[in-house]
């Protein structure tokens, strides 16, 4: 499943579409296809994981589920579930979710929830945080009304980064390192987001599907953690369990 940063990627290909008007739409998706016919695109933006494909009155929601995928400018042999196209190109959406979202957009999504925003807030995560005492941080990590964006691979690293293992209970973890997760949960996702530009994500994996520890050379353990059930990937000698 993509994660923010690579949503954010895929928002920045479609720029050159901003304010054009669609002169097709097509696909196998079950939303009423006619509402974007002849429509204006306002503006693409990206929350967590959903790319949002802004207009007047309306907003369809692009989630690329497990298996989605996307092709700008060229086509793969099978059929898209959405297909938008525009004067100076197009744009085939697949094997993913298209909902169609009724209203303006910043009225729809809080977007100081998500990492990748400008508007991201650290005092409203440090907040929430804070209403979830029981829960393990490599569940909370993964809430998206908190750290929209955030995915498997981003949990793992920042919590190495941060060196909490990631069964520790929320409400143990001193204050001091709670807030330094939420910042690191916000800078791994803008490294993510140029080393996935550079083509050069895997190489600098610490702790995701490694299997000794770049500090300690300890032996990596990997298990399916919290009511979640998503596999992590820790270090029991460089991270501290609370």
Not at 12 to 22: P, T, V
Not at 65 to 70: D, N
Not at 161 to 176: A, D, F, K, L
Not at 193 to 207: A, C, P, Q, S, T
Request: with cysteine; net charge positive.
């Amino acid at each position: 499943m993509p994660e923010g940063p690579s949503i954010v990627i895929l928002k920045e290909s479609l720029i050159q579409f901003k304010g054009k008007q669609l002169i097709g739409v097509s696909g196998n998706s079950k939303i009423d296809q006619s509402r974007l016919a002849d429509k204006y695109v306002l503006d693409f933006k990206s929350w967590g994981k959903h790319l949002l494909i802004c207009f007047d009155d309306f907003t369809v929601k692009i989630h690329l589920l497990m298996f989605g995928s996307y092709t700008v400018n060229s086509e793969k042999d099978r059929a898209a579930r959405l297909a938008l196209t525009f004067s100076n190109g197009y744009v085939n959406f697949y094997s993913c979710s298209v909902t169609l979202l009724e209203g303006y957009v910043d009225d729809l999504y809080d977007f100081t929830s998500d990492v990748m925003n400008d508007n991201w807030d650290e005092v409203k995560a440090l907040e929430k945080l804070k209403e979830i005492p029981d829960a393990l941080v490599c569940d909370a990590l993964l809430e998206q009304d908190i750290f929209a964006g955030v995915g498997n691979i981003i949990k793992n690293e920042t919590l190495f980064r941060v060196r909490i293992h990631p069964e520790s209970h929320v409400g143990n973890i001193p204050n001091t390192h709670l807030q330094g997760l939420i910042t690191e949960a916000r800078n791994y996702s803008f490294d993510f987001l140029n080393w996935r530009k550079e083509f050069v994500l895997k190489k600098h994996y610490l702790i995701y599907n490694q299997k000794v520890c770049k500090i300690c050379n300890s032996k990596i353990v990997r298990k399916n953690t919290g009511v979640k059930n998503r596999r992590s990937f820790f270090c029991e000698n460089c991270q501290t369990k609370y």
